[in-house]
T-cell receptor, first 115, second 107 residues
């Protein structure tokens, strides 16, 4: 039962470096999301996708890019990393029924530190 | 104005206490409501649904007041294992998360 898998779990970046956070789900979910969570704060939506080939911005998209070439994968790219991007990143997926069930399936998170 | 607002706490309570968290939401057309639990350094997980008629699951009771646009979660007989952050979630097309209320249950 893999569910939503995120890699890497931990990463330290230097200012100005780039990297990609990987997210894959094996539940054939159309909806996928990237959130960031700063210490002691709530979840902020970065980008989301309602299906392969379709992506849209959330509340805090600046400094990030996404792609959705397949149903399974939804990578998040950080270009020119900044200390303000130090956070925990969560990927999540759901079905259309989730608006009734409330269930978002989260990955275990990726802890990113930018120094 | 934020879609969902919660008191961040922390709420520090002794084992066995009853504790209640509240959450308000701004969109009166919101469709559905839930509570999530997030343990320290873990991902959020769905705890329970919230209905106007109330929803009870063991020691946990969730309630929705649509007129006041207010959601509550009551935990009775608190256990050490209840220590976590509780997030309220409101769905109005999208999922909107509150910033969470931290609960510390002390021996």
């Amino acid at each position: 039962n893999a569910g939503v898998t995120q890699t890497p779990k931990f990463r330290i970046l230097k200012i100005g470096q780039s990297m990609t956070l990987q997210c894959a789900q094996d539940m054939n979910h159309n909806y996928m999301y990237w959130y960031r969570q700063d210490p002691g704060m709530g979840l902020k939506l970065i980008y989301y996708s309602v299906g392969a080939g379709i992506t849209d911005k959330g509340e805090v998209p600046n400094g990030y890019n996404v792609s959705r070439s397949t149903t399974e994968d939804f990578p998040l790219r950080l270009e020119l990393a900044a200390p303000s991007q130090t956070s925990v990143y969560f990927c999540a997926s759901r079905t259309p029924r989730s608006t009734n069930t409330g269930e978002l399936f989260f990955g275990e998170g990726s802890r990113l530190t930018v120094l | 104005r934020k879609e969902v607002e919660q008191d961040p706490g922390p709420f520090n309570v002794p084992e066995g206490a009853t504790v209640a968290f509240n959450c308000t939401y701004s969109n009166s057309a919101s469709q559905s409501f839930f509570w999530y639990r997030q343990d320290c350094r873990k991902e959020p997980k769905l705890l329970m649904s919230v209905y106007s008629s109330g929803n009870e699951d063991g020691r946990f009771t969730a309630q929705l007041n649509r007129a006041s646009q207010y959601i509550s979660l009551l935990i009775r007989d608190s256990k050490l294992s209840d220590s976590a952050t509780y997030l309220c979630v409101v769905i109005s097309g999208k999922f909107y998360f509150g910033s969470g209320t931290k609960l510390n249950v002390k021996p």
